[in-house]
């Protein structure tokens, strides 16, 4: 690691000032991304911004929604009997990120700020028509997401927090790639009065998406038998050492399937 | 509760490394010690054009920078060598300590730094500035065998081309047979993932012109000679080398790698104790790798299905450059067991080993035994189902008959004792392999397909009886060294030069002391692993340890016996003849005469009353054992999985093994070591793969994309031995640390075939990853479509 000096902000426009007067600085939120690579010397930032006392943790009813603060630990979140009772399905995601080490680190916020392609959470946001508070607009989860690693915040800005909608029904099924456990596939399936959402994580060459051709299936018929009559193309999938893009393509219908029996 | 032979004492060393208190190399500091950081390639084949580091000595902290043109010294060395076909000599190219003119994988060590802090040095080694001129990176064995070069003047780009067994019988039978049965096999590359990575301190005493060496070694004093006769050419009892606490070593911690070497000879050039431990990524690219080979096989069939030929011709990828014992690998220690558990009257096979632009390959946990029984177990899978016979009734008819022993094989060993029935009977009882049939139907009705497979293995243990190894081509002794020190009270010492690194010595050798001696285990104790403080040993490797140390342990007590008998004889005015020991008391046989072991203990360094003009005082043995075979554990595992067709995802839901590992000291122990060889061995079937991009790039260099296996890919184990005791040491043991990475992958692999062979599945390749599962299914299903 090459050294760096930390600043603990108080709250969020605090550490969007300190950002400005950094040369490049970073938001330091659970660091399950930012210090191993700190640690491989494949980043080199002059300031990290500490946000953990920006009081950004906590999980509230929101009557049709759900908001839980940027700084709130996976831990957290699987164990807040807020979320399982408004949406047990997010509670069993965030319950299967990672290892325990890692849920008692790790950010709700730091997830969605990073975008990793595998990660979990951008199919939630996605799938439960999230939106993510910043300290300086509300950004719906579509506009959100940019592609692998990409998002619509700026450099002054931070996320505070994220409001996910009560679905009448979800589930997240994922397939863990074997040796990280980051999904290899994850789909997110959240059935809403007005129609069905699917959001697919660790598959596409853009990161977290939307499938459509899923969910107008499942918007007529919320069964099995409709995810078979799609035929998820591969195209625009990621192949690499772990999976292929017509592997992928198999995953999605098959975690599709069992999020929809479950 | 007895402590003795065959008590599952539990292990003594536990409570220090289950608490965190265990003393590693780099847990250890020495005053003014420095930090080493090694700039390594990150190109896989390079000619390089220059190196300067002008920039990177003038950095914070630095101490020394050095390159391979500042080495004065030699690098690793090769030992073991086979002749080639054609009579001449395995081609063993240079290793430089630091690259020189060339790198030949990436990771190669190209420039260290010292500087006073780990970080300065990381820091300085970014202004080191190396221009490559690069070079085809060579990846696989198909490149690698089409005229690559990368040591120069090495023809054919092979270290070597060796045979063994009769060509012309084989080929006879193979002609004649009713029946071929022909399979190619890879034996996916691993990396061997000890906890504890490697790591060294070496500190150069300018007063006395010598040098300590702590460092991860599973064998400190073939590093001590190493160092000395080979690579700096100095009096090798100016090097001490000790291997403190290590954190496993699976093969991998065998050899002297150039980071230990550079430490050790930069620290008299800075006159300051250096140390270096690698980080994860490090260990990835530099300890060397296991197993990848390419094996052709053809099985010959007479018509009552008995075996009557095997012909193998195996093409092995040893790396950029021949590490210490990556030649007899392939060879001798894989050639050589290709007769596995069955009477098989010709067998000719052929190795040869290429270098590529990879981390060098050498021995990991079985080292060339798991490829010589996956692809004979395999083959036999295969056979059994083209003939249309059940796999375990398949190999019943082809085991050596129990009455054959001593037996000798087509491929230069010669089995002492075995009894292959009984340990194929018990592990077919404890799966309940008589309703398997109920069970996949069952399965089935879930969607699953559900499949068994059987492995029977015997593997050469005990490594090794010197002459043999000898003749063979080893360049080092197989014996094992043990001194006993009783104390004047009572209490023993025991010096070995086996080294344990996670084998549980101070429990299993103590337990020897105790059956011997009638001394409680609490009071032994073990030392090892410091070149100073045990006689020369050979360490710990090739499930050695207690079949050879072990035994050199009981002859050194046997000794201390003798001596005793004599002292005690004096002791009660009796003849030495008429004393008897037992359970730590001396009885004078036909009177009531008894003395405690502890009384004449304290005689030999109280010698008041003692045989002064006889008997030398003291009672301390040494003895030297040196193996006159090798051992043949042997057993059959029975795996029982179930694959999901809409993922390709295996599930192993039932795992029997049943080993013969010989007589047991310490049976807990024994059931740990098969545990975690099992887990190795299904790590490399359903896991594990070194995966190298066209351009020598290891895409697999960290656990985000290497797959260990986890508590959770397990099924837990059902484990059982026979037992035909060793006939040729005192002990009559086998060996047991190795078996079950031995036994495992083909049990796995062809359990998953049983499964799939409805859908017309013949063939899988290791890992059988869920993709390559799964793809498998679609291509039959395609193939029944057509």
Redesign the interface.
Same mark, same amino acid.
């Given at each position: 690691m090459y050294s760096t000096k930390i600043v603990k902000a108080e709250n969020s426009s605090a550490a969007v000032q300190a950002i400005g007067s950094s040369k490049e600085g970073k938001i330091l939120a659970g660091g399950m991304t930012l210090i191993p690579t700190l640690k491989q010397r494949l980043a080199n930032p002059d300031c990290l911004i500490d946000i953990s006392g920006c009081g950004l943790e906590g999980v509230e009813d929101k009557g049709s929604s759900v908001r839980i603060g940027a700084m709130t630990k996976h831990a957290a979140v699987a164990e807040s009997s807020l979320v399982a009772k408004a949406i047990p399905a997010l509670a069993d995601l965030a319950g299967g990120i990672g290892d325990r080490q890692v849920r008692n680190r790790g950010t709700l916020g730091g997830s969605v700020a990073n975008n990793d392609p595998a990660a979990c959470y951008p199919s939630a946001v996605m799938a439960l028509d999230g939106t993510v508070h910043t300290n300086k607009r509300d950004i719906s989860a579509d506009d959100f997401f940019k592609g692998m690693f990409e998002t619509a915040l700026e450099e002054d800005e931070v996320i505070e927090a994220v409001s996910f909608k009560k679905p009448e029904k979800a589930c997240y099924m994922k397939f863990p790639n074997p040796a990280s456990r980051y999904a290899m596939v994850g789909v997110f399936v959240a059935k809403f009065s007005d129609g069905v959402r699917v959001a697919v994580t660790g598959a596409g060459e853009e990161g977290v998406f939307r499938h459509s051709d899923l969910e107008s299936a499942l918007s007529s018929n919320f069964s099995e038998e409709a995810v078979s009559g799609v035929e998820v193309s591969s195209d625009g999938l990621m192949s690499d050492i772990h999976a292929s893009a017509d592997y992928r393509a198999n995953l999605i219908g098959e975690m599709t399937k069992r999020a929809v029996s479950s | 509760m007895s402590e003795g032979i065959g008590a599952s004492v539990k292990r003594k060393e536990d409570r220090k490394f289950l608490t965190g208190k265990g003393r590693y190399t780099d847990d250890i500091n020495r005053p003014g010690q420095v930090h080493a950081h090694f700039l390594r390639s990150d190109v896989a084949h390079a000619n390089i054009k220059s190196i300067n580091t002008k920039a990177a000595s003038a950095a914070a902290g630095v101490v020394a920078v050095y390159t391979g043109e500042d080495i004065d010294v030699g690098g690793p060395i090769c030992g073991w060598v086979v002749p080639n076909r054609d009579g001449s000599a395995t081609h063993e190219p240079p290793h430089p300590l630091l690259a020189k003119g060339k790198v030949r994988f990436v990771g190669d060590a190209v420039a260290v730094v010292i500087a006073e802090s780990l970080?300065q040095a990381?820091?300085a080694s970014e202004l080191v500035e190396v221009e490559y001129e690069e070079l085809p990176a060579v990846v696989d064995l198909e490149t690698a065998s089409a005229g690559a070069e990368i040591h120069e003047g090495m023809a054919e780009n092979r270290y070597f081309d060796w045979e063994l067994g009769d060509e012309e019988a084989t080929d006879k039978a193979l002609k004649s047979a009713s029946r071929v049965v022909k399979l190619t096999v890879r034996n996916n590359r691993l990396v061997p993932n000890p906890m504890e990575p490697r790591a060294a301190l070496a500190e150069y005493d300018d007063l006395n012109d010598s040098y300590t060496l702590y460092t991860t070694s599973q064998s400190p004093h073939l590093t001590r000679l190493v160092l000395a006769a080979f690579m700096f050419q100095i009096p090798e009892s100016k090097i001490r080398v000790v291997a403190p606490d290590v954190g496993g070593g699976f093969g991998a911690k065998i050899y002297v790698y150039v980071e230990e070497a550079v430490c050790t000879w930069a620290s008299k050039k800075i006159k300051r104790p250096i140390k270096w431990t690698a980080d994860r990524?490090q260990a990835f690219l530099t300890d060397a790798h296991g197993r990848d080979h390419i094996n052709n096989v053809q099985l010959a069939l007479d018509s009552n299905n008995k075996i009557i030929g095997l012909r193998v011709d195996t093409l092995a990828n040893l790396g950029g450059y021949l590490s210490a014992f990556a030649v007899a690998v392939p060879t001798y220690l894989h050639g050589t067991l290709l007769s596995g558990l069955y009477d098989i009257p010709a067998i000719y096979t052929n190795v040869k080993g290429y270098a590529t632009t990879t981390t060098p390959v050498d021995a990991y946990r079985g080292a060339g035994r798991p490829e010589a029984t996956y692809l004979l177990e395999r083959v036999i899978d295969q056979a059994a189902r083209e003939v249309g016979m059940d796999q375990a009734e398949f190999r019943r008819l082809n085991f050596i008959p129990k009455d054959a022993f001593p037996y000798q094989t087509a491929v230069a060993l010669q089995y002492d004792t075995g009894d292959y029935e009984p340990a194929l009977d018990k592990a077919m009882e404890m799966i309940d392999y008589k309703n398997f049939e109920s069970r996949r139907s069952e399965a089935s009705k879930r969607g699953k397909y559900r499949g068994i497979g059987v492995s029977s293995y015997i593997e050469a243990c005990g490594i090794a009886p010197s002459a043999v190894a000898g003749a063979l081509g080893g360049r080092v002794g197989g014996w094992e060294s043990a001194s006993v020190r009783v104390d004047p009270t009572g209490t023993i010492t025991v010096t070995t030069g086996a080294h344990s690194h996670g084998q549980g010595h101070a429990t299993t050798f103590a337990q020897i002391v105790t059956e011997k001696l009638g001394v409680p285990n609490s009071s032994v104790e073990l030392v090892h692993g410091d070149s100073d403080r045990s006689p020369f040993g050979m360490g710990t490797y090739g499930s050695r340890s207690l079949a050879v140390g072990g035994v050199a342990i009981s002859k050194a007590l046997d000794k201390v016996i003798e001596k005793s008998k004599k002292i005690a004889a004096h002791l009660m005015e009796a003849s030495a003849d008429d004393v008897e020991f037992k359970e730590g008391k001396f009885t004078v046989s036909g009177t009531d005469k008894e003395t405690a072991f502890g009384e004449v203990a304290l005689a030999a360094y109280v010698p008041h009353n003692y045989p002064l003009e006889t008997l030398e005082p003291g009672l301390e043995e040494t003895a030297f054992y040196d193996p006159m075979n090798f051992t043949y554990p042997a057993g059959t595992h029975i795996a029982e999985v179930e694959v999901d067709p809409?993922?390709g995802v295996v599930e192993i839901v039932d795992w029997a093994a049943c080993d013969d590992f010989g007589n047991l000291i310490n049976p807990m122990i024994v059931e740990g070591q098969v545990h975690g060889g099992i887990a190795q061995g299904i790590g490399q079937a359903l !896991?594990e793969n070194a995966?190298y991009d066209e351009n020598g790039q290891l !895409?697999?260099a960290s $656990? @985000? #994309? $290497?797959? @260990?296996p986890r508590a959770d #890919?397990l099924p837990s184990f059902k484990v059982e031995c026979t037992n035909t005791p060793c006939t040729h040491n005192d002990l009559g043991v086998k060996g047991c640390g190795e078996a079950g990475a031995i036994a495992s992958p083909p049990a796995l692999i062809n359990a998953i075939i049983n499964a799939l062979s409805p859908l017309g599945v013949s063939d899988m390749s290791m890992p059988a990853?869920?993709?390559t599962v799964?793809?498998a299914i679609q291509n039959a299903q395609a193939r029944a479509a057509e």
């Amino acid at each position: 690691m090459y050294s760096t000096k930390i600043v603990k902000a108080e709250n969020s426009s605090a550490a969007v000032q300190a950002i400005g007067s950094s040369k490049e600085g970073k938001i330091l939120a659970g660091g399950m991304t930012l210090i191993p690579t700190l640690k491989q010397r494949l980043a080199n930032p002059d300031c990290l911004i500490d946000i953990s006392g920006c009081g950004l943790e906590g999980v509230e009813d929101k009557g049709s929604s759900v908001r839980i603060g940027a700084m709130t630990k996976h831990a957290a979140v699987a164990e807040s009997s807020l979320v399982a009772k408004a949406i047990p399905a997010l509670a069993d995601l965030a319950g299967g990120i990672g290892d325990r080490q890692v849920r008692n680190r790790g950010t709700l916020g730091g997830s969605v700020a990073n975008n990793d392609p595998a990660a979990c959470y951008p199919s939630a946001v996605m799938a439960l028509d999230g939106t993510v508070h910043t300290n300086k607009r509300d950004i719906s989860a579509d506009d959100f997401f940019k592609g692998m690693f990409e998002t619509a915040l700026e450099e002054d800005e931070v996320i505070e927090a994220v409001s996910f909608k009560k679905p009448e029904k979800a589930c997240y099924m994922k397939f863990p790639n074997p040796a990280s456990r980051y999904a290899m596939v994850g789909v997110f399936v959240a059935k809403f009065s007005d129609g069905v959402r699917v959001a697919v994580t660790g598959a596409g060459e853009e990161g977290v998406f939307r499938h459509s051709d899923l969910e107008s299936a499942l918007s007529s018929n919320f069964s099995e038998e409709a995810v078979s009559g799609v035929e998820v193309s591969s195209d625009g999938l990621m192949s690499d050492i772990h999976a292929s893009a017509d592997y992928r393509a198999n995953l999605i219908g098959e975690m599709t399937k069992r999020a929809v029996s479950s | 509760m007895s402590e003795g032979i065959g008590a599952s004492v539990k292990r003594k060393e536990d409570r220090k490394f289950l608490t965190g208190k265990g003393r590693y190399t780099d847990d250890i500091n020495r005053p003014g010690q420095v930090h080493a950081h090694f700039l390594r390639s990150d190109v896989a084949h390079a000619n390089i054009k220059s190196i300067n580091t002008k920039a990177a000595s003038a950095a914070a902290g630095v101490v020394a920078v050095y390159t391979g043109e500042d080495i004065d010294v030699g690098g690793p060395i090769c030992g073991w060598v086979v002749p080639n076909r054609d009579g001449s000599a395995t081609h063993e190219p240079p290793h430089p300590l630091l690259a020189k003119g060339k790198v030949r994988f990436v990771g190669d060590a190209v420039a260290v730094v010292i500087a006073e802090s780990l970080q300065q040095a990381k820091s300085a080694s970014e202004l080191v500035e190396v221009e490559y001129e690069e070079l085809p990176a060579v990846v696989d064995l198909e490149t690698a065998s089409a005229g690559a070069e990368i040591h120069e003047g090495m023809a054919e780009n092979r270290y070597f081309d060796w045979e063994l067994g009769d060509e012309e019988a084989t080929d006879k039978a193979l002609k004649s047979a009713s029946r071929v049965v022909k399979l190619t096999v890879r034996n996916n590359r691993l990396v061997p993932n000890p906890m504890e990575p490697r790591a060294a301190l070496a500190e150069y005493d300018d007063l006395n012109d010598s040098y300590t060496l702590y460092t991860t070694s599973q064998s400190p004093h073939l590093t001590r000679l190493v160092l000395a006769a080979f690579m700096f050419q100095i009096p090798e009892s100016k090097i001490r080398v000790v291997a403190p606490d290590v954190g496993g070593g699976f093969g991998a911690k065998i050899y002297v790698y150039v980071e230990e070497a550079v430490c050790t000879w930069a620290s008299k050039k800075i006159k300051r104790p250096i140390k270096w431990t690698a980080d994860r990524t490090q260990a990835f690219l530099t300890d060397a790798h296991g197993r990848d080979h390419i094996n052709n096989v053809q099985l010959a069939l007479d018509s009552n299905n008995k075996i009557i030929g095997l012909r193998v011709d195996t093409l092995a990828n040893l790396g950029g450059y021949l590490s210490a014992f990556a030649v007899a690998v392939p060879t001798y220690l894989h050639g050589t067991l290709l007769s596995g558990l069955y009477d098989i009257p010709a067998i000719y096979t052929n190795v040869k080993g290429y270098a590529t632009t990879t981390t060098p390959v050498d021995a990991y946990r079985g080292a060339g035994r798991p490829e010589a029984t996956y692809l004979l177990e395999r083959v036999i899978d295969q056979a059994a189902r083209e003939v249309g016979m059940d796999q375990a009734e398949f190999r019943r008819l082809n085991f050596i008959p129990k009455d054959a022993f001593p037996y000798q094989t087509a491929v230069a060993l010669q089995y002492d004792t075995g009894d292959y029935e009984p340990a194929l009977d018990k592990a077919m009882e404890m799966i309940d392999y008589k309703n398997f049939e109920s069970r996949r139907s069952e399965a089935s009705k879930r969607g699953k397909y559900r499949g068994i497979g059987v492995s029977s293995y015997i593997e050469a243990c005990g490594i090794a009886p010197s002459a043999v190894a000898g003749a063979l081509g080893g360049r080092v002794g197989g014996w094992e060294s043990a001194s006993v020190r009783v104390d004047p009270t009572g209490t023993i010492t025991v010096t070995t030069g086996a080294h344990s690194h996670g084998q549980g010595h101070a429990t299993t050798f103590a337990q020897i002391v105790t059956e011997k001696l009638g001394v409680p285990n609490s009071s032994v104790e073990l030392v090892h692993g410091d070149s100073d403080r045990s006689p020369f040993g050979m360490g710990t490797y090739g499930s050695r340890s207690l079949a050879v140390g072990g035994v050199a342990i009981s002859k050194a007590l046997d000794k201390v016996i003798e001596k005793s008998k004599k002292i005690a004889a004096h002791l009660m005015e009796a003849s030495a003849d008429d004393v008897e020991f037992k359970e730590g008391k001396f009885t004078v046989s036909g009177t009531d005469k008894e003395t405690a072991f502890g009384e004449v203990a304290l005689a030999a360094y109280v010698p008041h009353n003692y045989p002064l003009e006889t008997l030398e005082p003291g009672l301390e043995e040494t003895a030297f054992y040196d193996p006159m075979n090798f051992t043949y554990p042997a057993g059959t595992h029975i795996a029982e999985v179930e694959v999901d067709p809409t993922t390709g995802v295996v599930e192993i839901v039932d795992w029997a093994a049943c080993d013969d590992f010989g007589n047991l000291i310490n049976p807990m122990i024994v059931e740990g070591q098969v545990h975690g060889g099992i887990a190795q061995g299904i790590g490399q079937a359903l !896991l594990e793969n070194a995966h190298y991009d066209e351009n020598g790039q290891l !895409l697999t260099a960290s $656990y @985000m #994309d $290497y797959c @260990m296996p986890r508590a959770d #890919d397990l099924p837990s184990f059902k484990v059982e031995c026979t037992n035909t005791p060793c006939t040729h040491n005192d002990l009559g043991v086998k060996g047991c640390g190795e078996a079950g990475a031995i036994a495992s992958p083909p049990a796995l692999i062809n359990a998953i075939i049983n499964a799939l062979s409805p859908l017309g599945v013949s063939d899988m390749s290791m890992p059988a990853t869920p993709e390559t599962v799964w793809r498998a299914i679609q291509n039959a299903q395609a193939r029944a479509a057509e």
